[in-house]
């Protein structure tokens, strides 16, 4: 089993509808949930972070997390065709000692808005 | 306030070759983290840096070294290059060892021939 698991997709969506990114996780000792979106020829840029289970909101953006069913999504409002971009899942566990982390993105996720 | 640099952002090498890249974090930030990004295994993680100290490591073989200066610039070496290693490398700076506040450069595209 991969250690970040995201739907390569294409997920294409029209302008004004709700994207809904999904990510799951193998590491049950996560800690850190990460969103970054990437445009093409760019490079990635975080969009919010995660700790607790539930929701978290900013904007248009509102992450969720399940840590019981090892389950990190992202849904976007009111898509825009601005937004479309990859969208990387990261999640964050630290090893053992407490030091140090370990950092594992997923492959990322194509999202097209259509206008 | 100036974004993360990275030089040069574009290099070709051949195998068995060497390379350095260049990274100058925003003012002011004291951690530097570097990434490589494949169309097959996406970003991975290879190092950080912070106060001129490796504080963290991912799974790359030792061909793959960095260091980091006074002024928290850093530099990543690959040495014996294989046609494996072309790849994007990123890099990314924050105020403290904290994945959650970092800001990427970039990049460094690195073709191997």
């Known amino acids: 089993q991969k250690e970040v698991e995201q739907n390569s997709g294409p997920l294409s969506v029209p302008e004004g509808a709700i994207a809904s990114l999904n990510c799951t996780y193998s590491?049950?000792?996560?800690?850190?949930f990460f969103w970054y979106r990437q445009y093409s020829g760019k490079s990635p840029e975080l969009i919010m972070f995660?700790?607790?289970?539930g929701d978290k909101e900013d904007g248009r953006f509102t992450a969720q997390l399940n840590k019981a069913s090892q389950y990190v999504s992202l849904l976007i409002r009111d898509s825009q065709p601005s937004d479309s971009a990859t969208y990387l899942c990261?999640?964050?566990?630290?090893?053992?000692?407490?030091?140090?982390?370990?950092?594992?993105f997923g492959k990322g996720t194509l999202l097209t808005v259509n206008p | 306030k100036a974004g993360v640099t990275q030089t040069p952002r574009y290099l070709i090498k051949t195998r068995g070759q060497q390379v350095t890249l260049s990274c100058s974090p925003i003012?002011?930030?004291?951690?530097v983290s570097w990434y490589q990004q494949t169309p097959g295994q996406g970003l991975q993680f290879l190092f950080e840096?912070?106060?001129?100290?490796?504080?963290n490591k991912g799974n790359f073989p030792g061909r793959f070294s960095g260091r980091q200066f006074s002024n928290s610039r850093s530099e990543m070496n690959v040495s014996t290059l294989e046609l494996g290693d072309s790849a994007l490398y990123l890099c990314?700076?924050?105020?403290?060892?904290?994945?959650?506040?970092?800001?990427f450069g970039p990049g460094t595209r690195l073709l191997v021939l």
């Open positions: 990314a700076s924050s105020l403290t060892v904290s994945v959650e506040t970092q800001y």
């Open positions: 590491d049950r000792g996560s800690q850190s």
């Open positions: 995660i700790y607790s289970n």
């Open positions: 990261a999640v964050k566990s630290v090893r053992s000692g407490g030091s140090n982390y370990k950092l594992t």
């Open positions: 003012s002011g930030h004291r951690s």
């Open positions: 840096y912070f106060s001129e100290t490796q504080r």
